[in-house]
C-alpha cells in the first residue's frame, strides 16, 4: 500500500521552497521505488483564509492519516493583526501538540563548502556538527495560564507559565541519550536551574536517566552560558538537549554557524517516530514571491523525512549527497553566497539538486 505524505506549503516563501522541496521528494520516489502518495493541506494563513482557522479539523484529519508531513512556513505581515488565538503560529503550535510531536531535531551541520559564509571565522565553524533536541510540545509555549489580564489599579499584565512534567522530560531525555549514542556520546542539557524551578526538576531527570546510559556522558550548562559558548567554541557540543523556548532560541544561533538559517533542517516525531518535517526558519516575508529563498532547508527536511519516517537512508543519502554536490559547484542562494560564487534563485538552486540526483 502506498505512503500517503502531507505537503502543507503554508505561508510567505514557504510555497516557493516547497514546490522545489516536492520535485526532489518526487525523484526519490521514482528512483527508489518507495510508493508515495502526496497530497496537499492548508495550514498557517493559508488555512485561516480558506477556513477561518489557522489549523482546521481537515488539516489534522489529513496529518492524522499521513505517514508524515513536509511543511513549509507559517505566518506574515496578512495575519499580524488576527486574534492571538486564530494567528498563523497557533495553527503550527496545535498541530504539534495534537500530533504530540514532542521531539524536535535540529541538527546544525555545517557543509565545508560554505565555511566562508559563516558570519564566524572558518576555523571556529569548520567541522561543526551539532544535534539540537528541542521539548517541542510543553514548556512555556503550552503552560496554562496564559493570557493577558487587567490588574485591579487598570493596568495589564500578559503572562505565561512555564513548566514541564518528570514524564515530559523523561521522553525527550531518552531521545537525546538515544540520538547521542549514535553520534559522538555527548550530551549537554540546557537550562535555567539557577533561577527557574521548572528547570530544576529538568535537570534532576536528567540526572536520573543518565545511569541508564553508561556510554554517554552528561553535562549540563545554563542557558545564558550556552548562548555564548555557541558562538565561542561551538564544537564542544554534540548533543544539545533543551526546553521548547531555550531550544528555538538556540537553533537559530546554531544555524547561523552553518552560513544561513536557510539551511538547518528539521524533524518533529511523535514516540512512534511518526514525524512532520520542515526548516527551522520562518515565513521570510521580506523576501517571498521573489525567487530569493533558498530551499536547501526544505530539501534537507525531506532527507530527515527519509531517515526517520520512511525507514529510507540510502534514499536521504542521495539526497545529503546531491546538495553537496551542487554546493561543490559554486551555486548559491544569496543568503549563502561568498565571493567568487554564482549567486542563483529558488528554483533554479532545486533545479540544480534534482539534476545532481
Ligand atoms: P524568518 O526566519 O522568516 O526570517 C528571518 C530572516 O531570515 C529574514 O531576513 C529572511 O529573509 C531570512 N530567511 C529565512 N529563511 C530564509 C531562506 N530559506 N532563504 C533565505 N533567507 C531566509 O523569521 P521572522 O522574520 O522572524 O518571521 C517571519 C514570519 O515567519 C513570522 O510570521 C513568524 O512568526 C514566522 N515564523 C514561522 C516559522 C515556522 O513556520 N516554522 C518559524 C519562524 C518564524
Ligand atoms: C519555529 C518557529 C515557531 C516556534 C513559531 C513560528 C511558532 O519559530 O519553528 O522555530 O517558535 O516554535
Ligand atoms: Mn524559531
Redo the contacts with the bound molecule.
Sequence with gaps: MSKKILILS?D??GPE?VSEAVNVLQAVDCSFGLDLELEDGLLGGAALDVHGEPCPQITLDQARSAEAILLG????PKWDAAERQLR??RG?LKIRSELQLFGNLRPALLYPQLADASSLKPEVVAGLDILIVRELTGGIYFGEPRGIRTLDNGEREGFNTYRYSESEVRRIGHLAFDAARKRNGRVCSVDKANVLEATVLWREVMDELAPQYPDVELSHMYVDNAAMQLVMRPKQFDVIVTGNMFGDILSDAAAMLTG???MLPSASLDKDGRGMY??C???????AGQD???PL?TILSVAMMLRYTLAAPQAAEAIETAVSRVLDSGLR?A?IASEGMRVVGTREMGAAVLAAL
Design positions: 503554508g510567505g516563501i521552497i512556513a507559517v505566518g506574515g498563523p503560529e503550527l544561513s538559517i536557510g520542515e526548516p526558519h520562518g515565513s521570510a516575508p521580506d523576501i530569493k529563498a533558498n532547508a542562494t543568503d
